[in-house]
């Protein structure tokens, strides 16, 4: 059974987002870090089931820049102050092909930032980001896509929409975000 629960912001400012309960503001729209761990195509479903009222979709955090790279790190920290997790997916994947990595969400693959000597598919079966890896902070590695790590999921609108940017939906709201949450 699938619960249905949609938000409807008062206020629009160009540089925030109104997010739903437990998600955060971010550089593109609504993030929200999700601890129970899960093997990433777990993850991407779990991601998968959150959508905004006009349509938009929710997936795993892609990267487009250097600032979300440096959000994500604090959103990772911020997720439990005392023991951040080690590491979260994200939505990169080169299962598609190898060395051709792609994020789930569509967005197009323009910044990276691997840690050296990666992605190296060591064994033949990493194929799935996370961040960030075991030799940095900040920097990504591809692993292994059946491990279970906690995720990042990003909530943004569907590209067709007029307002071209996640959290700032047009529900008939004069330009109000609105959330469509689904739980299992």
């Known amino acids: 059974m699938q619960v249905l629960l949609c938000f ?5 400012v160009a540089t925030a987002h109104y997010c739903p309960p437990l998600w955060t503001s971010g550089p593109r729209g609504c993030y929200r870090y999700m601890s129970t761990p899960m093997s990433w195509e777990n993850a991407r479903q779990r991601c998968m089931g959150f959508s905004s ?6 997936d795993l ?7 979300e ?3 994500a790190s604090l959103l990772r920290a911020a997720s439990n102050m005392a023991n951040p997790a080690p590491s979260v997916w994200l939505g990169g994947t080169d299962a598609g092909r190898e060395n051709q990595w792609t ?3 569509g967005q197009q693959w323009q910044y990276t930032n691997w840690e050296q000597g990666q992605p190296n598919n ?32 990003h909530l943004f609108e569907h590209p067709g929409n007029a307002a071209g940017q996640p959290g700032q939906g047009q529900p008939g709201q004069g330009g109000r975000p609105a959330f469509l949450l689904g739980h299992h």
Not at 61 to 67: F, G, H, K, R
């Open 61 to 67: 955090m892609s990267i487009t820049s250097e600032a």
């Open 122 to 153: 060591q064994g033949g079966a990493e194929n799935c980001l996370r961040y960030p890896g075991q030799r940095s902070v900040n920097q990504w590695d591809d692993w292994d896509c059946f491990t279970e790590l906690p995720f990042v999921c």
């Open 8 to 12: 409807v912001g008062l206020f629009a």
């Open 103 to 105: 994020w789930t969400n």
């Open 69 to 71: 790279n440096n959000f």
């Open 53 to 58: 009222c006009d349509g938009g979709v929710g």
